[in-house]
Structures are given as structure tokens and as C-alpha cells.
């Protein structure tokens, strides 16, 4: 009873001070009180002393409320100087807080508990102090910046665990506020960070290996104070979303990763004023997009590649400073020597310039006519193999590398040397076989411990060895654990060679049978249970290996494969263990015929790079053009290959003309490629975003109707016109290819779910390109369609503004195009400025344009009820589609027939008129057959007049 009236006066007291108070919550009016307190210039604010109500109306200026709780509070760049109150958190509501550019200090009070707050802008204040459990239950976070506040500056702070909890989080800025330690494994398992700027603080160690798999766009780590970060830059070339990086300042070491030039998307790179060693990558010359690149002072040697836009190379050991120029021969042979044995410091800081003869090279001895006669490099700790561009130093006559840890095997290309006459690997960990060298060479390996007890042909032999070999040449002993078993060398007999002939014939007898067995075994099977024929395919397993083949059998109805084991898939092994299953038709491609027609997958036909490889451009003997997409050797993981397996299973049950076609698939050793049809145009994001760099005509608004069209068509198929419906799950505008005719289809199936019938969503793991994601699927992981039709109402912004889905470098208002469209679409005078600018925009277009951003608006609805299927899609942009109109012209027409005749007696004078010679009259049998006409006319009109 008690407690009951003690909560009748409760309420009684809350009426009351809502009455007081009007209709903010009590609690938050308190928090706003406080806050405006802690001020020294509270006047800024503009909020009434007295009276008023920060919920209003009228409400207080920067406040907003859903309901009667503050949700937002924005007083960003107001020059506002005090502190926070220290229960801040207990505005539970609040969803965005906008403090950044002001003069606030003192501790920042926790976020702990504030489960809906999703962007927090702290950053450029003075704060000193942030507690431990302020990132603690920000479950929905999903922009914190927190940049240029010195936190915790006297011993720093580490980026706590139980951020990693805020799983939504888009982009964290936390530059120059004090963080000490190692860079957090867990911010590379984020799948959802795209942008992650640290610099300036007080980092240390290396970038984590979990970034290989990270989606990150941005990545800011330069100018750590003290020694900052250091180790290799390698993982950086996996890193297949980057657009902008920024290491300087640094102490990392190592080379430049050759696969950097793989990153499709990336304009911005600085590595400056590190330790980085070796050549520039040639592949830095093949970035298009690539704007700005900063290599200065670093320890690079080498050339200096043709690299366009902004690049910067000052302060390195480069041996000249022309772009596109290479190295003299001399000095790119001993760069490749170096670059072997990982790039010694004291040889880098020494081997300078472009003539190891002009300078006080380390370790090189030349001759009058310049050219290097010694390499002497003993008992130098180098680490590594030998290089065999040694070779091309075709004046060396005597190479000292005693006494140092260099491993592998000699190269052969030092038997080509003409005036060798010492080659001393002694004291080193050389492995067998060693290549056959003249007798003028004296070739010293001894405590070479896998060499002592190895079988390797020692330099002459003992009947033609010169005085130097004789004592530093061992004899043959038996052949070494690690290395291929050779047979001792016999004289050959006419018994020994009948014995390999029957050998070989009983071999190649026994393998016919096998397959004679199995042919007769899967046609039997196939006569008692498939309704239509099979065929085997049969194709070399691995190209080294040729010997070894794989027979597959291809079902021609049922669209799938199998082995001759009699399964209805194609396993592709990882090489880890696990398998994945592809089911498809018969769609095999051996390789040797993609080699051929690719000219072994040259250069010159390279059309692009991307995450999962590079695509080559092929000729196929019938003169048809094709697109070769290559997967990486080294990127061959098990995410790989189920997007590998995605495509060919996606596309080889689906067919449409707004698709790309897949021709074929090869699967053969480490090779795992992919035939597509030529797409003569390329990606719509060259023409939307690049046309101007790439000299491209910019598209007009009818082809860009069009395009918007054909995709929308391609996305109905997909989602309900197909058997099954299928989620693509990354459309975007470089995944959508034109023709030479400027058609599209949408491409890249290495994503696509398939939509289980009779469930509303179905979960999967986060994937897809920010900027084109649904706010569903990147919230709670489970996707539907709708997520794709909001991908779709994206690239329809794009096709209006011109701008991409995502740039860092615009303002914060317009960063996010989905967002910032939303607010402009409806104001025809915003959404005319917003207009792609080389389109040419009259009365009509405008009108045609303010449908398709209306469409785009509907499919971009936050609710996924709330967007249309792609079937609407297709009806709205149809009808803005120029139609065809009958063609209105007398003088054209079939002369001599006269149209007003009821069809039978049309045709018969027709016939008439044509067959005057009498041309038709003796086709036929001698059973009077009806003569046979021209198809297409009078056939038609036939058969569609059911006669």
C-alpha cells in the first residue's frame, strides 16, 4: 500500500513539472541546463535564461527532439568554450551530437549507455581526459570523430576492445588525440569501417595483418611522433577498396608490394620519409585513377616508372630522374642482385647513380671500359637468393659471396658467363642441384651444409678439371632427402630400351582401357536414368603436368557437371583442405586455348584490374572477342574461390540480355579464369566519373535512360522473372558494363545469394561496396531484394548528379550521395543545380529527371516495405523511353501490292509477281509438294493468320 502511494506521488510530481516545464522530459531539461553552465560564453547558445522549452514550440535553437527527449544537439563551429556535464549520458535519446570546432576542455564525460547514439562529432576541441568505459554499449555508432584533442597526453591511451562492438560503425577519425600502442587487430575484422584515420598520434608496431580482408576506403596513419610505425607495407596490396592511403612519417621498411597496382580504386597514395627499399612497381604506371603519389625520401632504387598526375620521388637512390627511362643494364642487373638479398642497408645507401663504375660502389671492382669485373660481398650477413640477373654481367670474372646466409639453388644464367673464373659460395646455405659450369671456373662450395650431402654435378669432372676445381669440387655423394631422386647414369642397351618402349605401351594400352571402361560405363548409366546424351570433356589438370588429365562429363539438359565419378559438381580444392562445389554446364575451357588467344595473358591486353584479379581482352579463332577474368595467384582464399564458384553457378542458370554472358570457366592447376562476352565500353563509372581523363564523350541523358532501363529489366529478372530469385548483392555503376551500342548489363555475380522462396530475408555475412548498401543489411546483416532496389536508387543519383556514392573530399553535407540527395530531390531548384552539368537540360529533360529522382527517392526509402519492386522500375523509366513510331512514308513499300487485298489474295500476287520466271516451279517432289518460298514474309503472315 505504501508503495503505492509513493507512486502515485511520483507521477503527481512529474505532472507537475512537466506543467513547470512544458514538454521536455525533466531529466533532459536538467542535462541542457547543466550544459549551458559549464559555458563561458553561454550567450552564443541563444537559448532563453528563462521560460522557453527546449522541445518547444518554440524550441531551442541547435535542439532536437523526437517526442519529448533530445535527440540531437548541434553547435558545431560556435567557438564555444567550457566543459560537459559529466552525466551527459543520461540523454539516452540522443542519435547525433555535433561539438566539433568549439573550444570545449576538461574530461569528457562517458558515452557509456547512450545504445542509440549513431554519429558523434567531438573532434577539434580541447578536451584532456577521456574515461575508460566511454565506447562501452555504442551499438549503433556509426561515425565517431574525436580528431585534435590532446587526450591523456602525458601517457597516452590504447583504443579499448569493446569498440569493436559498435559492429555498424562507418568511420572512425581519432587523428591527434593521444593514442599510444599498436593499431587494434580487431578494426581490421570490422566489415563495415570504410574510413580509419590515426595520425599524428603516438602508434607503434606494424599494420595488422587483419587489414588484408578489411573494406576500408581511407586509411590515414601518417606522422606518428617518437619512432612511429614500422615492418612491411605488403598487406597493404590486399586491400582491394582503398582510395586514398597515407603512410609518411613513418619508419616502415621493406619494398613497395608489386600488387598495388592491383587496387582499382585507389587516386591517393603518400608513402614519404620512410624506410621503404627496392624499385618502384611498373604496375603504379597502369593506375588511371591514381592522382597523387609521394615516394620522397625513401631508400627506392631503380627507375622512376611513366607514372601520370601528381608524383613526387625526390631523395631516393633512384639511378636517374626521367620518367620511363630505364637504368643502364649494368645497374638494373645489380639492383635485381640486391633486391635478392632483401636490400642490405649498407649497399642501398652505397650503389647511387646510374654507373656503378662512376661512383665509390660498395663491394664493385671495374675495368678501363667500365664495365664490372669483381662483385666481392663476403661475410656481409646478406640474407636471400641469388638473383639470376647476375648473369647479364657478362664482364664478371670473379663473384666473392663466402661467408654470408645466402640460400636456393646457383641460377644457371652464371654458366653464361664467359670470363668468370671464381664463383665462391662458401660458408652459405646453397641448396642442390648446381648447374654444370666450364673448367675454367673455380667453384668453391664448401660448408654449404644441404651441398655436402647432395647430389649436384660438381663444375668439370675429374678427367677435364682445371687445377682451381680439382680440390673445392666434391664427388657426387648419394642424393639429398629434399631434392628430386636422380638414377645413376647407365649405358644404354637394345634390351633396356625395348623394356621403357613395352613399358610405355603397356601404360598408354592401360589408360585406354580405363577410359574405354568408363565410356562404356557412363553410357550404360546414362540409358538406364538420363533422357538425353552426355559428353565427356576432357582437359589437362595442371599446364605443367600434361600427362595427368581430369575427365569431367557435362550433362547437355540438365546444366550441370560432374566427375567421373558420377557427382553433379566440380569440386575447386583451395589448397587448405576445403572444397567447393560448382554446379554448371558445359562450360569448360581448357587453358591452353585462353593462353592462345590472350597471347598468354600479355600486357598489351589487360583491360582492368579488380579485387578478384585481372581481365584480359581475348580473340577467339572465329574472330569474336572475349573478356578473361584471371584470379590471383596469391589471393586464391576460400572467400575467393566461393565467389569464384557464385559466378559460374549463378551464370549458367541464368539468361538474359541485360546480363553479361559467361562463355566458359577453367579451372586447371593454380589457374582459375573466367570467359565472359567483350563489353567493348567498359564499366558506366568510367563514363559517369572518368570520361573527362579517360577522353571519353560524357554520355547524354537518353543513353543514360537507357542504361538506367536496361539495368532495372536485368534486376526484375534477377529478383522474379528467373527459376529462382537471386540477390546480387554489389550493383553498382562499375559492375555495370555498356556495349558498343551504349546497351548495359549487369555483371560481377561473386556476391549473389539466392532468395530462399517463402522467407522474408535471409542472413549472410556483410558484403557488397559502402556507399550502395541498404541501411537494413548493413544494420542487422539479413537481406532481401529491397537491397538491392536501393543499390538500384543509387546508381540512379549517380546517372543524375554525376557524382560517385561515396567522396571523402566532399562536404560533410553531401559525402554520402544517398543521404544528401534525399534532402534536395524535391525542390526542383536544388535538384536543377544538382544536375550532372555536360548534360544538356531542357523543359522535357527536366520533366524526365524529376521522375527518374523521384523513382531514385522511392528506392532509396529507409524502410525496405517502403521501396518498389524493380518491376515498377522498369514500367516508370519505359515510359519515359523514346518510342517507336510507325513509319509514315508512301514511296516506300513493296511495289505492286496492293495492301487493302484481304491477306490470302496479297500473298498469291505476290507470289505472281515474283515468280514470273518461274524460278519456284520445279522445287518440289513429284508428289506436287507446295513449292518453297522466301521465309520471313509469306510464312509469316501464315502462320500468325493460323492458316
Not at 141 to 165: A, D, K, V, Y
Request: net charge neutral; hydrophobic share 35%.
Amino acid at each position: 500500500m505504501v508503495e503505492v502511494q509513493w507512486k502515485l506521488v511520483f507521477t503527481v510530481v512529474l505532472s507537475f513539472v512537466s506543467v513547470a516545464y512544458g514538454v521536455t522530459d525533466p531529466n533532459d531539461f536538467r542535462i541542457l541546463n547543466e550544459f549551458r553552465k559549464g559555458l563561458e560564453n553561454p550567450e552564443l547558445l541563444k537559448w532563453p535564461e528563462s521560460g522557453g522549452d527546449p522541445c518547444g514550440p518554440p524550441r531551442w535553437p541547435c535542439v532536437f527532439c523526437k517526442g519529448s527527449r533530445v535527440s540531437q544537439i548541434q553547435v558545431q563551429k560556435f567557438g564555444l568554450k567550457g566543459t560537459l556535464p559529466q552525466d551527459f549520458n543520461q540523454l539516452t535519446e540522443l542519435s547525433n551530437l555535433g561539438l566539433q570546432r568549439n573550444h570545449f576542455s576538461g574530461k569528457l564525460p562517458t558515452f557509456k549507455g547512450l545504445s542509440k547514439l549513431q554519429y558523434a562529432y567531438l573532434g577539434n576541441n580541447q578536451f584532456d581526459t577521456i574515461p575508460s568505459d566511454f565506447f562501452e554499449g555504442l551499438d549503433v555508432l556509426q561515425i565517431l570523430s574525436l580528431e585534435n584533442n590532446p587526450l591523456n597526453m602525458t601517457e597516452g591511451w590504447l583504443l579499448p576492445t569493446t569498440l569493436q562492438n559498435s559492429a555498424q560503425l562507418l568511420n572512425l577519425t581519432l587523428s591527434g588525440c593521444g593514442l599510444v600502442g599498436a593499431i587494434p587487430d580487431f578494426l581490421g575484422t570490422m566489415s563495415s569501417l570504410s574510413v580509419l584515420q590515426l595520425a599524428d598520434n603516438r602508434l607503434s608496431g606494424g599494420i595488422p595483418a587483419s587489414f588484408k580482408q578489411s573494406q576500408l576506403q581511407i586509411l590515414w596513419l601518417n606522422d606518428q611522433i617518437g619512432n612511429g610505425l614500422s615492418g612491411p607495407i605488403d598487406v597493404i596490396a590486399s586491400m582491394t577498396s582503398l582510395s586514398l592511403l597515407w603512410l609518411h612519417g613513418n619508419q616502415f621498411t621493406g619494398t613497395i608490394p608489386a600488387g598495388i597496382g592491383a587496387l582499382p580504386s585507389l587516386t591517393e597514395l603518400n608513402l614519404n620519409s620512410n624506410r621503404l627499399v627496392g624499385q618502384i612497381p611498373e604496375s603504379l604506371a597502369k593506375m588511371t585513377l591514381l592522382k597523387k603519389l609521394d615516394l620522397s625520401n625513401n631508400n627506392l632504387m631503380g627507375a622512376v616508372p611513366n607514372v601520370s598526375g601528381n608524383f613526387l620521388f625526390a631523395s631516393n637512390q633512384l639511378c636517374q630522374s626521367t620518367p620511363g627511362v630505364p637504368c643502364a643494364p649494368q645497374v638494373t642487373a645489380l639492383i635485381n642482385f640486391l633486391g635478392g638479398v632483401n636490400y642490405p642497408s649498407r649497399y642501398v645507401s652505397s650503389w647511387k647513380g646510374n654507373d656503378p663504375c662512376g661512383g665509390s660502389w660498395l663491394g664493385i671492382t671495374c675495368n678501363s671500359v667500365q664495365k664490372v669485373l669483381i662483385l666481392n660481398l663476403p661475410d656481409n650477413k646478406l640474407n636471400g637468393t641469388l638473383d639470376p640477373s647476375v648473369g647479364e654481367l657478362d664482364s664478371l670474372t670473379e663473384i666473392r659471396l663466402q661467408a654470408n646466409n645466402i640460400t636456393g639453388t646457383v641460377p644457371k644464367s652464371l654458366t653464361s658467363l664467359k670470363s668468370l673464373t671464381l664463383l665462391d659460395l662458401s660458408a652459405n646455405n646453397i641448396e642442390p642441384p648446381l648447374p654444370q659450369f666450364s673448367g675454367s671456373v673455380k667453384l668453391v662450395i664448401d660448408r654449404n651444409p644441404l651441398l655436402m650431402g647432395g647430389n649436384h654435378p660438381a663444375s668439370p669432372s675429374p678427367d677435364n678439371s682445371s687445377p682451381h676445381s680439382s680440390t673445392t669440387n666434391p664427388s657426387p655423394p648419394a642424393t639429398h632427402s629434399d631434392s628430386p631422386q636422380r638414377p645413376p647414369k647407365v649405358k644404354s642397351s637394345k634390351k633396356s630400351k625395348l623394356v621403357v618402349i613395352v613399358a610405355s605401351l603397356a601404360s598408354f594400352a592401360g589408360l585406354v582401357l580405363c577410359l574405354v571402361l568408363l565410356s562404356m560405363y557412363c553410357r550404360k548409366k546414362r540409358k538406364g536414368s538420363l533422357k538425353a546424351s552426355s559428353s565427356f570433356v576432357v582437359h589437362p589438370r595442371d599446364p605443367s603436368d600434361p600427362d595427368l588429365v581430369k575427365i569431367v562429363v557435362s550433362n547437355n539438359t540438365n546444366g550441370s557437371a560432374s566427375t567421373a565419378t558420377g557427382s553433379n559438381s566440380e569440386s575447386i580444392s583451395s589448397g587448405t583442405g576445403d572444397t567447393h562445389v560448382i554446379e554448371s554446364g558445359n562450360l569448360v575451357i581448357q587453358v591452353q586455348v585462353l593462353r592462345r588467344v590472350t597471347n598468354n595473358f600479355a600486357p598489351e591486353n589487360e583491360l582492368g584490374r579488380g579485387g578478384f584479379g585481372t581481365v584480359y581482352k581475348g580473340e577467339m579463332e572465329d574472330g569474336s572477342r572475349i573478356a578473361v577474368k584471371r584470379m590471383e595467384a596469391g589471393i586464391i582464399t576460400n572467400k575467393a574461390l566461393d565467389e569464384f564458384q557464385a559466378e559460374i553457378a549463378v551464370l549458367s542458370k541464368v539468361r538474359h540480355r541485360h546480363l553479361v554472358n559467361l562463355q566458359g570457366y577453367c579451372i586447371e592447376g593454380n589457374e582459375r579464369l573466367l570467359v565472359y562476352e567483350y563489353m567493348p565500353q567498359g564499366a558506366l563509372s568510367r563514363h559517369l566519373f572518368h570520361w573527362e581523363s579517360l577522353k571519353l564523350e560524357p554520355l547524354s541523358w537518353k543513353r543514360r535512360l537507357n542504361i538506367a532501363l536496361d539495368v532495372a529489366r536485368a534486376m526484375e529478372y534477377l529478383h522474379s522473372l528467373a527459376r529462382e530469385s537471386f540477390i546480387h548483392r554489389d550493383l553498382k555503376s562499375s559492375n555495370i558494363l555498356l556495349g558498343d551500342d551504349f546497351r548495359a548489363k549487369v555483371s560481377d555475380f561473386g556476391l549473389v545469394k539466392l532468395a530462399p522462396d517463402g522467407m522474408k530475408s535471409v542472413a549472410t555475412r556483410l558484403a557488397g561496396t559502402f556507399g550502395y548498401l541498404a541501411p537494413e543489411y548493413a544494420v542487422t546483416g539479413k537481406i532481401t531484394t529491397k537491397a538491392d532496389v536501393f543499390s538500384y536508387g543509387v546508381v540512379l543519383m549517380e546517372l543524375i548528379t554525376g557524382l560517385t556514392a561515396l567522396d571523402e573530399d566532399r562536404s560533410e553535407e553531401s559525402r554520402y550521395l544517398a543521404a544528401w540527395f534525399w534532402h534536395i530531390k524535391s525542390s526542383k531548384e536544388r535538384l536543377t543545380a544538382a544536375v550532372d552539368k555536360v548534360l544538356d537540360v531542357n523543359e522535357e529533360t527536366l520533366d524526365n529527371i524529376s521522375i527518374v529522382a523521384e523513382l531514385a527517392g522511392h528506392c532509396t526509402a529507409r524502410e525496405p516495405n517502403q521501396r518498389p519492386e524493380m518491376g515498377h522500375a522498369v514500367n516508370v523509366l519505359s515510359q519515359l523511353v523514346e518510342k517507336w513510331k510507325p513509319y509514315d512514308d508512301e514511296t516506300e513499300g513493296y511495289t505492286g501490292i496492293d495492301y487493302s487485298l484481304p491477306l490470302t489474295q496479297m500473298v498469291k500476287g505476290w507470289q505472281e509477281a515474283e515468280g514470273k520466271d518461274n524460278s519456284y516451279a520445279d522445287i518440289g517432289d513429284s508428289k506436287g509438294s507446295i513449292p518453297a518460298r522466301p521465309t520471313g514474309f509469306a510464312d509469316s503472315f501464315t502462320s500468325a493468320d493460323g492458316r
